[in-house]
């Protein structure tokens, strides 16, 4: 677990935690992506109705609040550009999980 806030290192790189542990994840898992460029989403999240099935099953339950962070692939190696999330508690200390998605764009 870590000790302090994971999304913001008290300075103006904020997010510059969560690039180390996405580093780290594709350097352990994925390593032909940890060269990759990526743009950094960080939003709290409400857990709601509407809120999607598969991101409802990853948080514990009896959660309100959470923090989602969004890693969006820069360049799209695979057609349609690669997401990497981490969900975490509402003050960012705790990871409550983290996925690979492939955008899924619409076409009609």
Request: hydrophobic residues 40%.
């Given at each position: ?10 300075y103006?790189?904020k ?5 180390d ?16 460029r990526?743009d ?29 962070v ?10 349609e ?5 981490f969900?975490l508690?509402e003050?960012g200390e705790?990871?409550y999980?983290?996925?690979?998605l492939?955008e899924?764009?619409?076409?009609h």
């Amino acid at each position: 677990m870590y000790n302090t806030n994971i999304i913001d290192d008290g300075y103006d790189g904020k997010a510059a935690l969560t690039t180390d542990m996405l580093h780290q994840l594709l350097s352990a898992h994925y390593p032909t992506l940890k060269n990759e460029r990526w743009d950094v989403d960080v939003d709290t999240i409400r857990t709601s109705p509407i809120l999607h099935p598969i991101l409802k099953r990853k948080l514990p339950i009896g959660i309100e609040k959470f923090t989602c962070v969004l890693f969006t692939q820069q360049t799209a190696v695979f057609g349609e550009p690669l997401i990497v999330y981490f969900l975490l508690d509402e003050k960012g200390e705790t990871i409550y999980a983290m996925d690979l998605l492939l955008e899924q764009q619409d076409t009609h």
